[in-house]
């Protein structure tokens, strides 16, 4: 059986010390704004879902480095509205952080990226991976897409990165579960970082429900935990 990795690039609130003097607005907004972007519980849901998969979390929040962007702004079209690699925006729209130096810039990509991307790519080689992450019912003002649809899980996928065979097994599998599955909306592809086959499982947060015993999260959790793995 292939090794299972599951990437959870959004799951931390965690700012460090000395990134809170380049922040322009209270602590507490900010700490709002770090639990509002982050996709709470991703973490615990990979692991109770995939007891024996090897699990790559980001280090902090993806308002201080956020792992999955592009660290070249110029390909990363969330820079647009400042939320690249480094955020200077929240979720409305709203200014929160100073635009910082290219020395600063490159120190906090060289402590939080570029480790996150070389553990990645290590133990992605020749695994199937799994890009897990949750987003709002309701599209976000900063969203690049809003016009998308915005199903109960969205399987992502980019040709070549996954089989048409597992993708077909996925989406028959959650719609049997009862879940509304969508392709690629309203966020499409998924990262390359080697693997031998990737996908992005992304959950609507209105479905997740609260960990524990609460039926939704039970729910969920099963379904993640059957759900088709080795194509």
């Known amino acids: 059986m ?10 931390s609130t965690y700012i460090p010390e000395d ?6 607005v209270a602590r507490q907004l900010v700490e709002d704004e770090a639990f509002t972007s982050a996709d709470l519980d991703t973490d615990l849901m990979a692991r ?5 998969a090897e699990i790559v979390e980001a280090a902090v929040s993806r308002i201080v480095v956020d792992v999955e962007r592009y660290d070249d702004d110029g390909q990363e079209e969330m820079a647009e509205v400042g939320r690249g690699a480094i955020y200077t925006h929240d979720h409305r729209q709203v200014r929160i952080r100073k635009n910082l130096p290219q020395s600063r810039r490159a120190e906090l990509l060289a ?3 570029a480790p996150h ?11 199937t991976l799994v890009d897990l992450h949750t987003y709002p019912k309701e599209p976000w003002s900063i969203e690049r897409h809003t016009g998308r649809a915005r199903p109960e899980i969205d399987i992502g996928f980019t040709d070549g ?15 049997a579960a009862g879940y509304e599955v969508g392709h690629n909306s309203p966020y499409s592809g998924v990262i390359d970082a080697g693997a031998r086959q990737a996908v992005m499982i992304e959950i609507r947060r209105d479905v ?10 039970l729910r969920l959790i099963s379904a ?7 194509y």
């Open 117 to 127: 991307w070389s553990r990645l790519r290590k133990v992605a080689q020749g695994a």
């Open 2 to 11: 292939r090794k299972l990795v599951v990437h959870v690039p959004h799951a």
């Open 161 to 175: 990165l996954a089989s048409v065979e597992w993708i077909v097994a996925l989406t028959d599998h959650f719609s």
């Open 224 to 230: 993640l935990k059957t759900m088709p793995i080795h």
């Open 208 to 217: 997740v429900g609260t960990p524990g015993d609460n039926p939704k999260w």
């Open 111 to 113: 402590a939080y990226y």
């Open 19 to 24: 990134a809170w003097p380049e922040f322009l």
């Open 48 to 52: 109770q879902a995939w007891l024996g």
